[in-house]
Structures are given as structure tokens and as C-alpha cells.
């Protein structure tokens, strides 16, 4: 007890054998001023923070906040998520649909709200707290069984031992005592430190094993842990199946229905013929084109598509076309249903780079990739892509039209390309292919005030350029010659 | 474990446990000015069409019998729980849920409508339905094998004698122990709440499947029972905390019933309608995301027009209001705001009845409407008949007996109630 003296005093606690005398010795402590005050029982107590004096807690003000930036979090994530970064379409329904969002929503404003609870309530009480003076105080246990401790901090302003002590003993606590600093050292125990080691150590293991894997070789097959996700049970385009009689996996639209967006009854859109003034001069005609493109072919009608006839009868026209233009008399639309608007045009360049280029290459001078590696190996059946630049190809001579029914049907070897694009997006590869066209003979006039400088400048660069490299060429011929 | 000292029960015969005078003595003019209201709310509903009058008649009656059987269910409830605090209120709750035997001959008209007529209100009862509307006779006829007139009034017999008996047991058990004191009722009470609450569910589910659902009969919601129970239920809070205030400000139970019990009614209030908001916006997400036609035409048709805007009030003024509004425990603390929420959470809790059933009001070949302002005061006045010529009832019957339980072993405990 003599070393006491020296110790630092945090406060004093009394010990209380039943609830009431415990809640009335918390009345009179409250009485008396005091605020740095706490009472410890071993099961809840109703009213005690009202004997207490305890302020209300600003808790529920911070599981709302929490709740609510839990909602926030949730809708702006699945907005930014499904809407915005990554558009996609699931069960149909719009990129922005709340019903979707609101279970996640719900969810999260639960999960925020309970961590602004939980850990609220650790701020608030100042936890964790690896210990806490009154561990020092012998009977202290006893508060986790069945005894009612009273405590009031010395740091409280109006702290006065022996008036403290009085209210104790009037109210009947007994083993009134100083709650003295805790002696014992504050260092962290080293086994801890070991077993923390050991721990973090042990972590890092499936990391190594990760690293190791990435960096060796092994003729065992990879391990797949979830199997269905590396090997997806659903068909890609083109496989088989034996789920279904004809063997496809992918099927074929059901016959007398349209699919989404696919809905297009504008003949002339569909067909690039002003279909008025072709019935007028060839109606069998006008009637098979409504019949190709009036709904999908059943499979029984594949011997026969129309589409076939179509496509030889484009070619015909087109072989004409070269010889006698006169001959082409279909009322070929002259004009683009899409205009060519800056979107038109960057659609039209997308699906160009993407179906046209590899033939009639990027800039459309028919020397894409597989016309260059069938001249290399000297294909025998090869016949070269069409230059989409030759004069014969220009508006005037081959309408927005026919190029729109060459690119759906083919000509000669190139296949008709309506299955794989889109009624839309050839109407842009036809706008583009007029920019392609207009690119090599535009004059500087066509040009916005605005941009003129900037391509003169660009042309100056180039030409200069050129002329640089002319002469690097020059010189080093001339050195060649010299040696 | 409270802070109060223990708290002095009155006696049994304490005038502060009697219905007041004031209140006991509206209870005949309240039945007859009800049933004369709901006579004239009906006359002029029939006047519009004969399944607009029957409609506006269901949706009174729906209302009323939500009540008074969320009041049974948590009379039960408290009995499954073995709640303390509960205890002052309880009997308000028993003396509600007695309404499902007068209900019971209220329900006759919606009979008679079946024997008497061909689909007047149900259309399943028409026998021309099916080909009229091209529906697949097949499935049809599955249909008419649980939808058939002589089928339903067994059932509907079925479920008011489960409410009726669950009513009474539990009604004549608390009053037994009024005048005994024996602690052996409430153990027998306790004892049977559990499969009193699971026939209780039974019976409430199939009601609404019966008589709501089954308006529209091809339509199917397995979660639709718990839609109307939620709002049910929520209702009960809500008519038993109005009633504690009313009796409150006449005098009674002043000394038992504290801002404690308030605060609890609240809390009850407070997640009912989080309750009634999960399960009507679950039922919903499920059709909208599966998207199939048959599922979707019933919510499909209570978005159009009015009926649209009438879902529109529900989602704010049904759940955003009353959530945010009964938020905070310095409200739910407050009687006054109490009885203020629990009034308006009535009055909402009608609109989204209405909601259910109107839509189907429509008249062969037509759309349905509200009926314009004839229309919509005519449900009210039938609504506002039937619910008043209950509360008469209530007040009847509650003026025979104390107003709390003046012997239940948990009164004191109660009385002491206190939150954290």
C-alpha cells in the first residue's frame, strides 16, 4: 500500500449488491454535478442513463448518415456500373432501371448503417482500449457476475475525494476504493509479436505458391477451380448442339415473328430502291424484293432464297453498269436515308474498318490484307476487290442506292454482307464509302474557314516531308555512287 | 429492473379501467349513423354499375376485416412472445379483433352477389368469362375448380370460423382471468398461440387470395397474402394506438399506459410500414423483372391514369412520409404524433386497399374508373359507414367489460414498462 502514494489516481468506484442501491447512488452522483461519471452491471439496466445524467447519443445521427451514403453509394455504383462505364442490357430492361438497383440499394443501406453502428459505438466509447485502470481494482471482476459498480473519474471538474467517498457510503457501496494506474508494462507481449510473425508469414504462403506457378512450367493440366466458369456451358455463335433436332445451338427466328429492332418495314430503307418507282416500271421485281426482305426465311425456303436471284440479279446489273450504263434501269435511291452527319460517318468508318477493309483495305484502294496475301501466293480464282475509287463508282454513275444493294447482296466473289450488319450500319458504310471517295478529289473550298489553316499546315508538313526524304534518298545515292 | 419503484396496481373495479361514459354512449348512434352511411355510400355506388357498387362495398369491407384481424394476430402474438409490455393495450386489440364475427355477416351481401348474380363482382363466377375473353380453356377450367361459387363460401365459412374461434378463445380466456386472477388462463393462452398463429396465417393468406386476388383470376401472386397481412397488421398498430389516446384523453388507463407504450406502438408503426413496403415492392420486383404478360397486366393496368397516380401516393406518402416521419424515437416518444401518424397511416392504408380493388371495378367491356367524384364519395361513404358501424360494435362490447386487463399476471411489469 505504501507505493500508492506515488501512483497517479484515475478516480474512485464503489461496489453495489443490488440494482436499486446502485441506480440510487447514480441519482445522488448525478445530484451532486458530476459528469465524468460511469456505472458497470452485468446485464442492462433500464433508466440508469437517466439516473446517470447521460446525454443522449448522437449514434442514430451517424447510422443515418451512414445509411444514407450506403443508398447513395449504391445507386450511383450500379448507375456508373450498368449506364455509364459499361452499358449492358440484362432481361431487356433500360442501362438506368431503379427497381433493379433497389435490392442492392437496400442492401447496402443496411451493411453502411450497421458499420455506422458498430463502429460509431467504437469511436464513441473510445475502444478499442487494450486496458483500462479499473482491471487494477481486485473486486472489479465481480462486475461480469453479480455485483454493481459505481465510478466517477477524478478529471471530472467538481471532483472531490471525500464528498465522493461520502455519497458511496450513504448510499451503501462498499469496498470504496482508489482506481489506481495500471503498473504492469505496456509493451506488447513478444509471443504476440511472434504469433503476429507467424501469422503474416503464413499469409504470404498462397502468394509464393501463386508466384511460383506464374513463373514455371508444369505438364500437369490447370487446375480449374470453377470449372463452369473457365469452360461456360453456354454456346458460343456457331456451335453445335444436340439439344436440338437440325443440330444448331443458335436458332433461327421463329417463323412469322420479328426480333427486337428488326422491325424495319421501310421498303426503300431495306432494299435501297424507290420502291414506288419500281413497282410502277417492274412490279415482279418490286413484289420479290418485298417478299426477301417481308420477315426471316424458314429454313424449307433456304433452296430457293430470293436472296440468291437478288444478289445475281445486283450482279448482272452491275456488270451492265460497267459496260452500258444506260441498261441499269431500277430507280436506285440517289440520295442516303441516314445523311451524313459526323456520327453517320464514324459508324460507317467503324463498320468499314470491320467488314470492308480486309479486302478493299483501310483507305479503299482494294489492296486490303487478304487481296495482298492472295496476289503473294498467286490464288488461281483470285479477282481483286474492286478500287472503290474508280470513277465508274462515284455517285453520279453508281447511286447511294446500288452501292447500299451491292454491300447487302454481293457482286461477282464478294459475298452480300445483309446477314452480318445491319440495314443501318450499311446505309453508314455507304456514307462513308462517299468520304472515302470525296477524300481524294476534294478541293480545299469544301473545308470550314475554320479548319483550313490547320489542314494547310498539315499538307506544308507532309510535303515537306516528302521532299526531306527525296533527298536523304538523293544524298544517299550519291554516296552509294561515289564509293 | 427498473428504476421506478414497483408500481401500485388499482383495483379491478377502478373507474380509470371503465370505458369512459362519453365514449360508451356513442356506441349505438355510431351503428346506426355507420350502417346508414354505408346503406347510402352502396346505394350510390349501384347507381354507377352493379360491380362498381360491389367493388366500392369489398373495399370497405377488406378494410375493416384488416383491422380487426391484425388486431387477432396481435393478441396472439403477444401470447406467442409472452410480452410484458404489451399488456396495457392488449385488450383494446381483443376487443377489435371481436369484429371478425360481425364482419362475418357483413361478408353476406359478397355471398349473396355469387348465388344471386353471375359475376356481378368476381368475373370467375361468370360462366361466359373464359370465351368472352379468349382465355385457354384448359387452364380455365383448372381455375374454376378452386374459383367456383359453392367452393368459395365453404371457405370463406372456413376462415371466419378459424378467426371467430381464435377470437373468441382468446377473448374469453382474458376476460375469465378479469374475474379469477388465474395465472393458469394465460399459460393455456400462451400454450396455443403457436398453432393459433399458424392456422391464423392459413386462413388470412387464403382470404386475400380469395377475395382480392381472385378479382383478377388470372392474375397470381404467391406473396399477395403477406401484402395484405403486412397492411393489416401495420393498420392494428396503428387503430390500437388511436384508441389508447382517445381513451387517454377521456380519462382512462392514464396512469398505465405511459410515452413508454407510445414509443413501442411507434416502433410497431415504424417497421409495419418498412414491412408493407419490402413485400409490395418485392411482389412487384419479381413480375417486373420476369416480365411475363400474365403476371404483369395486374400491376401493368395499376399504372395507367389515375390508378397510376394512386401507386405514386402510396410509394411517397404510404412508405417515404410515415418512414422518415416516424424515424426518430423523439416522435414516436411524442403521444400526439403518435396518434397523428397512426390516424394518417389509417387513412393510407385504405388508399392502397382501394388500389388493390377498384382496378378491377370495370363494368363488361369498359375500363375501369374511380366513378368521378360521385364515385370516389361514394367509397368513402361506404367505407367511412362500415368502419364507424365497427367502432360502434367495438364500444359496445367494450363497455360491457374493464378496458385492460386488470388481472393478467403481467400488468404490473407492464405498467413498469420502460425502453431503453
Redo the contacts between chains.
Keep these: 500500500m505504501s507505493d500508492n502514494n506515488e501512483k497517479k489516481v484515475h478516480g474512485i468506484v464503489a461496489e453495489y449488491e443490488s440494482v436499486d442501491s446502485l441506480l440510487n447512488a447514480c441519482r445522488r452522483v448525478r445530484d451532486a454535478g458530476y459528469k465524468k461519471t460511469d456505472a458497470y452491471t452485468p446485464f442492462p439496466v433500464h433508466g440508469i442513463d437517466k439516473a446517470l445524467g447521460i446525454k443522449p447519443t448522437v449514434l442514430p445521427w451517424i447510422v443515418l448518415g451512414c445509411g444514407l451514403t450506403g443508398t447513395v453509394t449504391a445507386l450511383v455504383m450500379q448507375i456508373w456500373m450498368n449506364s455509364i462505364d459499361y452499358p449492358y442490357i440484362i432481361s431487356g430492361k433500360p442501362y438506368i432501371s431503379l427497381p433493379a438497383f433497389i435490392p442492392v440499394a437496400f442492401e447496402l443501406t443496411v451493411l453502411f448503417s450497421s458499420f455506422g453502428a458498430f463502429f460509431g459505438m467504437w469511436a464513441l466509447n473510445g475502444l478499442p482500449r487494450f486496458s483500462n485502470p479499473l482491471f487494477t481494482d481486485p473486486r472489479f471482476d465481480r462486475v461480469t457476475d453479480d455485483r454493481f459498480f459505481l465510478y466517477v473519474d477524478a478529471s471530472d471538474e467538481s471532483y472531490d475525494e471525500k464528498a465522493v467517498r461520502e455519497i458511496y457510503e450513504q448510499t451503501g457501496g462498499e469496498h470504496i476504493n482508489s482506481v489506481l494506474d495500471d503498473d504492469s508494462s505496456d509493451k506488447i507481449p513478444k509471443p504476440i509479436f511472434m504469433a503476429w510473425g507467424l501469422v503474416i508469414a503464413a499469409s504470404v504462403i498462397p502468394l509464393l505458391i501463386v508466384l511460383k506457378m506464374r513463373v514455371t512450367n508444369s505438364d500437369q493440366p490447370r487446375f480449374h477451380i470453377f470449372y463452369d466458369m473457365d469452360f461456360s456451358p453456354a454456346k458460343d455463335a456457331q456451335q453445335g448442339s444436340t439439344l436440338f433436332a437440325d443440330g444448331r445451338a443458335m436458332r433461327p427466328d421463329v417463323p412469322g415473328t420479328v426480333a427486337r429492332g428488326d422491325s424495319n418495314y421501310d421498303m426503300n430503307f431495306m432494299t435501297g430502291v424507290d420502291m414506288d418507282k419500281l413497282s410502277a416500271i417492274d412490279a415482279p421485281r418490286a413484289e420479290r424484293l418485298v417478299r426477301l426482305s417481308n420477315g426471316p426465311i424458314g429454313p424449307q425456303d433456304q433452296d430457293s432464297t430470293p436472296a440468291a436471284e437478288e444478289g445475281e440479279q445486283a450482279a448482272n446489273d452491275s456488270d451492265s453498269a460497267s459496260g452500258e450504263a444506260a441498261k441499269d434501269t431500277t430507280p436506285w435511291l440517289t440520295s442516303n436515308p441516314l445523311g451524313n452527319s459526323k456520327e453517320v460517318l464514324l459508324q460507317g468508318e467503324k463498320y468499314f474498318g470491320i467488314y470492308c477493309s480486309v479486302c478493299h483495305g483501310m483507305n479503299g484502294g482494294g489492296n486490303g490484307l487478304v487481296n495482298r496475301r492472295a496476289q503473294k501466293i498467286l490464288s488461281p480464282t483470285w479477282i481483286p476487290p474492286s478500287s472503290l475509287h474508280q470513277e465508274s463508282l462515284y455517285s453520279d454513275q453508281y447511286p447511294d442506292g446500288k452501292l447500299f444493294s451491292t454491300i447487302s447482296n454481293g457482286i461477282r466473289k464478294m459475298p452480300g454482307y445483309a446477314a452480318q450488319i445491319k440495314a443501318e450500319d450499311r446505309w453508314a458504310i455507304v456514307a462513308y464509302v462517299r468520304a472515302l471517295q470525296l477524300s481524294r478529289n476534294a478541293s480545299i473550298d469544301l473545308i470550314p474557314q475554320s479548319q483550313r489553316a490547320e489542314i494547310l499546315e498539315m499538307q506544308e508538313a507532309v510535303q515537306q516531308k516528302l521532299l526531306e526524304e527525296a533527298e536523304a534518298e538523293q544524298q544517299t545515292q550519291e554516296a552509294a555512287a561515289q564509293e | 429492473?427498473?428504476?421506478?419503484a414497483t408500481p401500485n396496481v388499482k383495483p379491478a373495479d377502478d373507474p380509470a379501467f371503465q370505458l369512459p361514459a362519453s365514449l360508451g354512449s356513442l356506441s349505438i348512434p355510431l351503428i346506426i349513423g355507420g350502417l346508414v352511411l354505408l346503406g347510402a355510400g352502396w346505394g350510390i355506388a349501384n347507381n354507377i354499375h352493379a360491380r362498381f357498387g360491389m367493388s366500392v362495398y369489398l373495399t370497405a369491407f377488406i378494410y375493416c376485416i384488416s383491422i380487426a384481424v391484425g388486431c387477432l394476430f396481435f393478441v396472439m402474438l403477444q401470447h406467442l412472445c409472452r410480452a410484458g409490455w404489451s399488456v396495457v393495450v392488449r385488450r383494446i386489440a381483443e376487443n377489435i379483433m371481436l369484429m371478425v364475427i360481425p364482419m362475418g355477416i357483413l361478408f353476406l351481401p359478397i355471398i349473396g352477389s355469387l348465388l344471386f348474380g353471375e359475376g356481378v363482382l368476381y368475373r370467375w363466377d361468370d360462366p361466359n368469362h373464359a370465351v368472352e375473353n379468349h382465355l385457354p380453356i384448359s387452364i380455365w377450367a383448372e381455375k374454376t375448380r378452386w374459383l367456383n361459387s359453392s367452393w368459395f363460401t365453404v371457405r370463406a365459412v372456413l376462415y371466419f370460423g378459424i378467426w371467430s374461434a381464435l377470437a373468441l378463445f382468446y377473448y374469453r380466456g382474458s376476460i375469465q382471468q378479469d374475474a379469477t386472477g388465474d395465472k393458469a388462463i394465460t399459460d393455456k393462452l400462451q400454450y396455443w398461440s403457436g398453432p393459433a398463429i399458424m392456422m391464423f396465417c392459413g386462413a388470412t393468406a387464403f382470404a386475400a387470395f380469395d377475395w382480392v386476388m381472385s378479382l383478377a383470376p388470372m392474375w397470381f401472386s404467391t406473396m399477395f397474402g403477406v401484402y395484405v397481412f403486412a397492411g393489416s397488421v401495420l393498420s392494428a398498430h396503428c387503430i390500437i394506438s388511436v384508441s389508447v389516446y382517445l381513451l387517454q384523453k377521456r380519462g382512462a388507463i392514464q396512469d398505465e399506459v405511459t410515452v413508454e407504450h407510445y414509443h413501442d406502438l411507434g416502433k410497431y408503426m415504424f417497421g409495419f410500414v418498412f414491412f408493407w413496403t419490402y413485400i409490395a415492392?418485392s411482389q412487384?420486383?419479381l413480375i417486373?423483372?420476369g416480365?411475363i404478360p400474365e403476371e404483369t397486366h395486374w400491376f401493368y393496368e395499376r399504372q395507367e391514369g389515375t390508378w397510376g397516380k394512386i401507386a405514386l401516393i402510396l410509394i411517397f406518402f404510404h412508405w417515404m412520409l410515415p418512414f422518415a416521419g416516424l424515424?426518430?424515437?423523439h416522435i414516436r416518444r411524442n403521444p400526439k404524433l403518435v396518434f397523428a401518424w397512426a390516424i394518417y397511416l389509417l387513412i393510407l392504408h385504405f388508399v392502397d386497399i382501394y388500389w388493390m380493388i377498384m382496378p378491377e371495378s370495370a363494368a363488361a367491356g369498359g375500363h375501369a374508373s374511380t366513378g368521378g367524384g360521385l364515385g370516389i364519395a361514394s367509397s368513402l361513404l361506404c367505407v367511412l359507414g362500415m368502419f364507424l358501424f365497427m367502432i360502434g360494435m367495438v364500444l359496445k362490447i367494450a363497455k360491457q367489460k374493464a378496458v385492460i386487463a386488470v388481472h393478467d399476471p403481467r400488468l404490473q411489469e407492464s405498467i413498469a414498462f420502460?425502453?431503453?
Excluded at chain 2, 429492473?1 to 421506478?4: K, L, Q, V
Design positions: 429492473m427498473s428504476e421506478h415492392f412487384f420486383l417486373w423483372y416480365n424515424m426518430s424515437r420502460e425502453n431503453m
